[in-house]
Every structure is written in structure tokens, then in C-alpha cells.
């Protein structure tokens, strides 16, 4: 049985790490085995790419090289995570994906972006989430909670309203993919709606109940970390 796909996907500062803990540990509670992960960086590999990404050292990586180098991280994460996870009925949950590349290069670099989907479905071998959520938020908002920005974080304003932009229409392209909410909302009530659409990927939980039962959780919105 082939497992879930979901990604959390946005801006610097939205709020990414904090929903797919809270939703791990939802999943897990209810008896399925999560892959809790991220890009760049997630396996020796990928951490080794994800330091030339992010140093302030590489102050003077194309964009080129950049795109290429994202989309090296993405084809050995799947490959050695990703795909075998979801092949033994896993969910993974995963802070940034495809989309992430598509608009922080293809958007804030502006790059061609049908040059950079076709490199990272190449890369991936075209394997797309079932579930993106996308929180969304003024960058200067995200931006301004990180006392020390990494490379990516401090290319500057005008490239991060790119790159917000550029999610927002990703999720305009595919609507019925996406979970778009706006990250200055609770972190409880994210989470809420979060969870009311994986139920309905879910099916039957591990308890036998219908995964679309209003009463999934116990108590909603009190999960904690």
C-alpha cells in the first residue's frame, strides 16, 4: 500500500517546522508510522549540498548553479527516502519541496519556470505530493523573527516578495492540491485544518473510525509539542 505525500511549503519564518511537528505527532498518535523529514539537507548527501546552499560563503552561486544544486538535494532525497517510505505505506511529511525550488529560483531568481519544473520533475522522477500546504504570510513579517540569516534568507527583500508571489501561484495553478492558510492565524487553528484535510486522506484510522469523524481528535487544537 502506497503511503501519503505531505509538504509544507512558504516563506522563511511561516511557521513550516512548528505545523509538521504538530502534525507528526498527530499521525503518530493515531498509530501511523510518519517520516518526519525536510529540504535541503535531510541524509549525508543532501547535508552536504545543503552547506554550499546556504553558507554565506557562496555569496556568488548562479542562479543556475543554485536551481541545480536544489535539484540534486530533491532527486537523492526521494530516492533515498522519500520513495522508500511511501513504497511500505509511510506518511511523509516534509518541510519543503519541488515547490520551494519552483519559487525561490524560478520566481526569485527569476529563472525560466518551465525550465526549472522540468529539471525537478526529471529529478524526482515526477512524484507530487497528495497534500501541499502552504502557509502564507508577508515575508517582512517571517524574515524579521531570524536574528541570523542564512544565505537564501538574506538575498533581500524584493527577491522574497518574489518568492511569495511565485508560491501563491503555484497554488492558483492546482487548487485541489493545495491547502493554502494564512500563517499569522493560530497555531492552533493551522493545525485544525490541517489535520480535517490529511483525515480525508487518511481513510480508516488505526482505531477502525472513519478518518473523516469530526471527533479525530480528542482535544483539537490543544496538541503540543
Excluded: C
Excluded at 144 to 164: C, L, N, P, S
Amino acid at each position: 500500500m502506497r503511503g501519503i505525500f505531505i509538504v509544507f511549503e512558504g516563506g522563511d519564518g511561516v511557521g513550516k517546522s512548528t505545523q509538521a511537528e504538530l502534525l507528526t505527532a498527530w499521525l503518530t498518535s493515531r498509530g501511523r508510522e510518519v517520516v518526519r523529514t525536510f529540504e535541503p539537507g535531510d541524509g549525508p548527501v543532501n547535508a552536504q549540498i545543503r552547506r554550499i546552499l546556504l553558507s554565506r560563503a557562496t555569496e556568488n552561486l548562479s542562479p543556475r548553479a543554485e536551481a541545480l544544486l536544489f535539484a540534486a538535494d530533491k532527486a537523492q532525497h526521494v530516492d533515498a527516502l522519500v520513495r522508500p517510505a511511501l513504497a511500505r505505506g509511510a506518511v511523509v511529511v516534509s518541510d519543503r519541496y519541488v515547490d520551494s525550488t519552483l519559487a525561490y529560483q524560478g520566481a526569485g531568481r527569476v529563472l525560466e519556470l518551465a525550465e526549472v519544473e522540468r529539471v525537478n520533475r526529471w529529478a524526482t522522477d515526477d512524484l507530487r505530493p497528495d497534500l501541499t500546504v502552504l502557509l502564507d504570510l508577508d515575508p517582512t513579517l517571517g524574515l524579521a523573527g531570524i536574528a541570523d540569516a542564512d544565505r537564501m534568507e538574506a538575498a533581500g527583500g524584493d527577491f522574497h516578495a518574489r518568492v511569495r508571489a511565485g508560491f501563491l501561484a503555484l497554488a492558483e495553478r492546482d487548487p485541489a492540491r493545495y491547502l493554502v492558510l494564512p500563517a499569522r492565524d493560530s497555531r492552533e487553528a493551522i493545525a485544525d485544518a490541517v489535520r480535517v484535510r490529511v483525515a480525508a486522506l487518511l481513510g480508516p484510522d488505526a482505531s477502525g473510525r472513519a478518518a473523516s469523524d469530526p471527533k479525530l481528535s480528542d482535544a483539537p487544537g490543544r496538541l503540543s509539542t
